[in-house]
């Protein structure tokens, strides 16, 4: 995380404000609609989207923002003030359109076991910061160790996790796999169309609707995990699941017609050069 990269992206506020009022105004809305439109009497459903929807923006984001061409700073500073704004946003959805959905399901808030992961995501957060200030050398030796050793931990975590959970399969129904879908889909159009209204750069366009669709499943599942008992657990934790598998379809597909559109504007542009170099051979003759 280039904190300076930040602070400079933050002096420009509008394209961060906008991902942060769709990461937290807009999806919160859209799961907490979105469970009561397919889950009317399954509100342990309701509850599992719900948690994704409020849960701050991936890291996976910051990926798809470099491969689709977007504004990877601002992608970056949006990743963060919401990771960082998710401390106070997310107890305070849960605390109340959140106790809605808890009561329907007769299930009791977990206050004490939501503070405790609060102030479990502070502590690291605040280590890394301050390694990063006072000891730069190691902090960059770190990075270095970090980038691969992270990429084997996600393949052994996504195996593990496949073979451990695939009982959770089972539970998929059409409903699930639409809010699988619905959720970031619904996220991308909203934040694409919002960055469009406020009449930002393209690129800025593409990191906020990106952002804003790609959820942290991680933070939701791990919540659920830890916050309920089973087989409420299990229940409510097919939903970020499903919102986990379908969350990169759109983007792979807009990944292709990427690239099919830059290959067609090589092949014009090595067409054009081709017409260009006679004609100025005739005129130098």
């Known amino acids: ?6 602070k400079k992206t933050i002096k420009k506020p509008i394209g961060p404000l906008i991902g942060c009022v769709c990461q937290f105004l807009l999806m919160p809305m859209i799961s907490y609609v979105l469970g009561l439109l397919l889950f009317p009497s399954y509100p342990e459903m309701q509850l599992g989207l719900f948690f994704t929807g409020i849960s701050p923006s991936g890291g996976a984001s910051n990926i798809w923002t470099i491969i689709l061409g977007g504004n990877l700073n ?3 500073t949006m990743t963060t003030l919401c990771t960082i704004a998710a401390f106070g946003l997310m107890p305070m959805w849960l605390f109340t359109l ?3 959905i808890f ?7 977990p206050y004490d076991k939501i503070a405790t ?9 605040t280590i890394g910061y301050l390694i990063q ?3 730069p050398r190691f902090s960059g030796i770190m990075v270095r160790i970090m980038k691969p050793f992270s990429v084997c931990l996600i393949i052994f975590i996504v195996i593990f996790a496949i073979i451990t959970n ?3 399969f089972r539970l998929f129904s059409w409903q699930i796999i639409l809010a699988g879908l619905g959720l970031p889909w619904l996220g991308f159009i909203f934040g694409l169309l919002v960055a469009f209204i406020f009449r930002q750069q393209n690129q800025d366009i593409r990191a906020i609707a990106i952002e804003t669709g790609v959820q942290n499943t991680g933070v939701a599942i791990f919540l659920l995990r830890f916050s309920l008992k089973q087989p409420d657990a299990d229940l409510t934790t097919v939903i970020p699941v499903s919102c986990a598998i379908m969350t990169p379809l ?3 597909v807009l990944y292709c017609v990427k690239l099919i559109i830059d290959k067609r504007k090589k092949k014009l542009m090595r067409s054009q050069e081709k017409v260009q170099d006679p004609l100025q051979a005739t005129s130098t003759a």
Do not use: E, Q, R, T
Not at 117 to 125: C, E, R, V
């Open 74 to 76: 601002l992608s970056v």
């Open 1 to 6: 995380m280039d904190w300076d990269v930040c």
């Open 250 to 252: 759109p983007l792979m």
């Open 103 to 109: 009561d329907k399901a007769n299930l009791i808030m």
């Open 98 to 100: 959140g106790k809605i």
């Open 133 to 135: 200030k006072k000891l």
């Open 117 to 125: 992961f609060a102030i479990g995501l502070i502590i690291p957060l």
């Open 166 to 168: 695939l009982y959770l």
